[in-house]
């Protein structure tokens, strides 16, 4: 199995995927082989050969112009070396041989390595009741192969649908070839796959569980915790109402004002989400006299005697990036986790990244689970 830490120090893009379709060959009187595509290592071996044979006749023959337009995937990337498709043991980075759901892989790990570099994708797993459909799956096994219809080859050899939902795709390619990528999915799989949209109270919410994981709480809390982010960069975006001359406001908080900024409200009924935000928009009243009116719950002030309500702007200003040492994540779907894969014992600031970052892999892969990533105006939307 991969290690995790594959996942780390690498910019992605998200995308949300539907279930994954196939049928299972089964001859009669055999074993029936596991109908999850993480536990069926022939099943991953067909399809690494399948990407490996459509790339390489897509770059021959239809892609070869569109590669040519964009310098990462130029000829001076070699010939297609090999093609290997593993699942992933865990989303733990700080113990990346264990397995988050008894020996469930966490989700499979795609790399293309050709003569000068190599690109990866991820598919990762829903977390715990997401995987609760491997036993829904086991239960109708038995109507499959009764259903199952006689294959070409042999009239003891049926086919069984079957199905694995790995509902968070991460890509490491050029955009031709993940547009290739994503082709080969949509027809082997029958797949759906969009970009995944993160909100502002989701980038928050991934915010606040990052900090949350990091150090545990006590009288250096502040100072381990300014250690690991450091700066903070935020990215503030406005619709055309709002401000027409201005799309996009940036803003660096120093680290000695991190602290101040992530524990600005001092509630402990709210979530860790509209906590930041309420810090952001207290932030911004203080040192910017900005009331942006960010969707907070209603009745929470954002550090004016009368502070704004949830519908003061509507949803006409929204956080779009957020940025630290730690990761790099944005409303459009491109995350990056930033820490040393190898943690030592003595090492407790990069145990605490590792920790730090783990959180918020999860909460991106929970905005997949949701179902609410799929933005049906956006033109980066492929279905095939």
């Given at each position: 199995m991969a290690s995790p830490h594959h996942l780390?120090?690498?910019?992605?893009t998200s995308h949300r995927l539907s279930p994954l379709h196939y049928e299972i060959e089964h001859e009669a009187g055999s074993v029936l082989e596991p109908t999850s595509l993480l536990a069926?290592?022939?099943?991953?071996?067909?399809?690494?050969?399948?990407?490996?044979?459509?790339?390489?006749?897509?770059?021959?023959?239809?892609?070869?112009?569109?590669?040519?337009d964009d310098p990462a995937t130029s000829p001076t990337l070699g010939a297609l070396q090999a093609c290997t498709w593993e699942t992933l043991s865990s989303l733990s980075f700080l113990d990346a041989n264990a397995q988050d759901q008894g020996d469930k892989p966490a989700g499979l790990l795609i790399t293309l390595t050709y003569e000068?570099?190599?690109?990866?994708a991820a598919l990762l797993a829903a977390p715990g009741p997401g995987r609760a459909q491997d036993q829904q799956q086991k239960q109708k096994e038995q109507k499959k192969r009764k259903?199952?219809?006689?294959?070409l080859k042999s009239s003891t050899i049926t086919t069984i649908p079957a199905s694995t939902h790995l509902p968070l795709l991460l890509t490491r390619f050029p955009k031709p070839l993940r547009e290739t990528f994503i082709s080969f999915l949509s027809s082997n799989f029958d797949t759906y796959v969009s970009t995944l949209r993160i909100p502002s109270p989701a980038l928050c919410g991934a915010l606040g569980r990052y900090?949350?994981?990091?150090?545990?709480?006590?009288?250096?809390?502040?100072?381990?915790?300014?250690?690991?982010?450091?700066?903070?960069?935020?990215?503030?975006?406005?619709?055309?109402?709002?401000?027409?001359s201005l799309k996009a406001l940036n803003i660096s908080i120093p680290r000695d004002r991190i602290g101040a900024f992530l524990h600005g409200s001092t509630s402990s009924?709210?979530?860790?989400?509209?906590?930041?935000?309420?810090?952001?928009?207290?932030?911004?009243?203080?040192?910017?006299?900005?009331?942006?009116?960010?969707?907070?719950?209603?009745?929470?002030?954002?550090?004016?005697a009368t502070g704004p309500s949830s519908t003061l702007v509507g949803g006409y200003v929204r956080l779009t990036r957020v940025a630290c040492a730690g990761f790099v994540v944005t409303g459009e779907g491109r995350l990056k986790i930033v820490a040393k894969g190898e943690s030592g014992e003595g090492d407790e600031r990069n145990r605490g990244a590792l920790r730090g970052g783990e959180a918020l892999l999860r909460a991106v892969l929970e905005r997949a689970v949701m179902g609410i990533g799929f933005d049906k105006e956006t033109q980066d939307e492929v279905h095939i």
């Amino acid at each position: 199995m991969a290690s995790p830490h594959h996942l780390l120090n690498t910019s992605w893009t998200s995308h949300r995927l539907s279930p994954l379709h196939y049928e299972i060959e089964h001859e009669a009187g055999s074993v029936l082989e596991p109908t999850s595509l993480l536990a069926n290592k022939a099943a991953l071996d067909t399809y690494a050969a399948r990407l490996r044979d459509h790339l390489t006749n897509s770059l021959a023959v239809a892609g070869a112009p569109a590669l040519q337009d964009d310098p990462a995937t130029s000829p001076t990337l070699g010939a297609l070396q090999a093609c290997t498709w593993e699942t992933l043991s865990s989303l733990s980075f700080l113990d990346a041989n264990a397995q988050d759901q008894g020996d469930k892989p966490a989700g499979l790990l795609i790399t293309l390595t050709y003569e000068n570099a190599t690109y990866k994708a991820a598919l990762l797993a829903a977390p715990g009741p997401g995987r609760a459909q491997d036993q829904q799956q086991k239960q109708k096994e038995q109507k499959k192969r009764k259903r199952g219809r006689p294959s070409l080859k042999s009239s003891t050899i049926t086919t069984i649908p079957a199905s694995t939902h790995l509902p968070l795709l991460l890509t490491r390619f050029p955009k031709p070839l993940r547009e290739t990528f994503i082709s080969f999915l949509s027809s082997n799989f029958d797949t759906y796959v969009s970009t995944l949209r993160i909100p502002s109270p989701a980038l928050c919410g991934a915010l606040g569980r990052y900090v949350e994981s990091l150090t545990p709480a006590g009288e250096n809390a502040d100072a381990d915790l300014e250690d690991i982010v450091r700066e903070m960069h935020l990215t503030l975006s406005f619709a055309p109402p709002i401000a027409p001359s201005l799309k996009a406001l940036n803003i660096s908080i120093p680290r000695d004002r991190i602290g101040a900024f992530l524990h600005g409200s001092t509630s402990s009924s709210i979530t860790p989400g509209s906590s930041v935000l309420s810090g952001l928009s207290a932030y911004l009243s203080k040192h910017l006299a900005m009331e942006l009116g960010l969707s907070l719950p209603a009745g929470e002030a954002t550090g004016s005697a009368t502070g704004p309500s949830s519908t003061l702007v509507g949803g006409y200003v929204r956080l779009t990036r957020v940025a630290c040492a730690g990761f790099v994540v944005t409303g459009e779907g491109r995350l990056k986790i930033v820490a040393k894969g190898e943690s030592g014992e003595g090492d407790e600031r990069n145990r605490g990244a590792l920790r730090g970052g783990e959180a918020l892999l999860r909460a991106v892969l929970e905005r997949a689970v949701m179902g609410i990533g799929f933005d049906k105006e956006t033109q980066d939307e492929v279905h095939i």
